[in-house]
């Protein structure tokens, strides 16, 4: 948990250089350890709910359950489902 807090706000101190913005306290709140910041090596749903947080991916839900682009503006599928082309959104 101690290594999270750090990490995020190592993160934070980051993305406030990037973007000038000033930034005083975080506060974060959990009611238990987070067990990987690693996205691939997740399996507990409430390491997901933290992580979903952090990270946006390529794609997401939308309310219906269908997919909508997140990080992706598109994509296209060749090679028999082998070989995926992601096209990203501009910052």
């Known amino acids: 948990m101690k290594l999270f807090g750090t990490m995020l706000m190592a ?3 980051t993305l406030s250089v990037a973007n000038s913005v000033q930034l005083e ?18 399996g ?5 709910a933290a992580m ?3 990270y946006e991916g390529l794609v997401r839900y939308d309310a219906n ?7 992706a503006e598109s994509w296209a599928i060749a090679d ?3 070989t995926w082309t992601f096209t990203l959104r501009r910052a």
């Open 52 to 54: 979903n947080h952090v």
């Open 25 to 42: 306290t975080l506060r974060w709140g959990v009611q238990r350890d987070i067990l990987s910041l690693d996205p691939h090596s997740y």
């Open 80 to 82: 028999d489902n082998v």
């Open 44 to 48: 507990d749903t409430f390491t997901i």
């Open 65 to 71: 359950l269908a997919i909508e682009p997140a990080l």
């Open 11 to 13: 993160g934070l101190a």
